[in-house]
């Protein structure tokens, strides 16, 4: 069974970068049918679809996001990372990491990460 | 960007009931439409894809339908762990859009 995990702070300064990890494990993150993406929902809202990255290493974002994300994938570890720059309170939100069933759905999630910014 | 509406914001229903949820796209997605559940403190479930095909593992009381632009996520007979939020989300066209949920909760 393929499980997912985030990792990373916690707390962020405003204007600082978001770092996240996701590591897969139970499935190999080397398959050409599976994307691996990003998602995240603010506290007691609704989701937003970040991005998603193939393991050759295609990405695609969110236009709202596009200007300060980047997701790479680091097949070697089975992991697959996000990079918000210059955060505000507004990218509070819990980060959740999925598995993207040949762009069709959203398979497998993490169990999400809650991210604060706050100085 | 293709924009959902969930309609109704919230469902107040009984154990046993049927539950009608309905999502509308701002714009055709022929049948790139899913469905996911949500408690509180967890993930997002993976419910319904492609507009009808129930993922792994999900009861058959739960049940998509719909094309282009409208949708209904139905479930038969509410049992109690069904009180959740339900999302919707098209995959029809970047960017990846969700509907704003509907809460079920028990009347």
């Known amino acids: 069974q393929v499980q997912l995990q985030e990792s990373g702070p916690g707390l962020v300064k405003p204007s600082e970068t978001l770092s996240l990890t996701c590591t897969v494990s139970?499935?190999?993150?080397?398959?050409?049918?599976?994307?691996w993406g990003w998602i995240r929902q603010p506290p007691g809202k609704g989701l937003e679809w970040i991005g998603y990255?193939?393991?050759?290493?295609?990405?695609y974002y969110n236009p709202s996001l596009k200007s300060r994300v980047t997701i790479s994938v680091d097949t070697s570890k089975s992991q697959f990372s996000l990079n918000l720059s210059s955060v505000t309170a507004a990218d509070t939100a819990v980060y959740y990491c999925?598995?993207?069933?040949?762009?069709?759905?959203?398979?497998?999630w993490g169990q999400g990460t809650l991210v604060t910014v706050s100085s | 960007e293709i924009v959902l509406t969930q309609s109704p914001a919230t469902l107040s229903l009984s154990p046993g009931e049927r539950a009608t949820l309905s999502c509308r796209a701002s714009?055709?997605?022929?049948?790139?439409l899913v469905w996911y559940q949500q408690k509180p403190g967890q993930a997002p479930r993976l419910l319904i894809y492609?507009?009808?095909t129930r993922a792994t593992g999900i009861p058959a009381r739960f049940r998509g339908s719909g094309s282009g632009t409208d949708f209904t996520l139905t479930i038969s007979s509410l049992e109690p762990e069904d009180f959740a939020v339900y999302y919707c989300?098209?995959?029809?066209?970047?960017?990846?859009?969700f509907g704003q949920g509907t809460r079920l909760e028990i009347k």
């Open positions: 714009q055709s997605v022929s049948s790139y």
């Open positions: 492609d507009a009808s």
């Open positions: 999925a598995r993207d069933f040949g762009t069709s759905r959203m398979d497998h």
């Open positions: 990255i193939h393991y050759s290493g295609s990405a």
């Open positions: 989300q098209q995959r029809s066209t970047w960017p990846i859009t």
């Open positions: 139970g499935g190999s993150i080397n398959s050409s049918d599976f994307y």
